[in-house]
């Protein structure tokens, strides 16, 4: 459960300093550099919303319910925030609350019914290169 998450952390780091690189270099991303931005941040609130594991316990009701939660956010906050044509780049703003708001619902859950959380564990270089062996082989 916290090595799925750590790696999905690991990821979104990653990201963010490709873009933040990228976005020196290449004019377009500096042009839409907020949007850009805002669409990153959805990787982490996306790593929150814990749906690989209610699919490895076939829960699937609760990812219909979690998806539910989220497009009915994402449409209500885009009626209210969304009022010109201008405002385009806070979609994926709005899309990664919903993420985020139905991230922390989720971990909640899992807490309480499967008694789990996140744990912090130091990676050893053994077991690192072990992986990076096997996906970049794989």
């Not at 963010?16 to 377009?28: D, K, N, Q």
């Not at 919303?49 to 539910?68: A, C, D, G, N, P």
């Not at 994926?92 to 807490?111: E, K, W």
């Amino acid at each position: 459960y916290s090595e799925v998450f750590l790696s999905k952390m690991i990821l979104f780091f990653s990201c963010v300093f490709i873009l933040f690189f990228l976005s020196f270099f290449v004019t377009v991303i500096k042009e839409e550099f907020l949007l850009l931005f805002f669409s990153v941040l959805s990787v982490p609130c996306k790593a929150l919303s814990q749906e690989w594991f209610f699919r490895s316990v076939e829960k699937m009701k609760y990812i219909t319910l979690l998806h539910i939660f989220i497009r009915s956010f994402f449409t209500l906050m885009v009626f209210f925030c969304i009022e010109e044509p201008s405002d385009y780049v806070y979609q994926p703003l709005l899309l990664t609350l919903g993420y985020f708001f139905s991230g922390i619902i989720a971990s909640c859950f899992i807490y309480k019914n499967w008694d789990l959380k996140l744990k912090y564990f130091i990676i050893d270089r053994y077991r690192l290169d072990q992986h990076i062996f096997l996906y970049l082989y794989h």
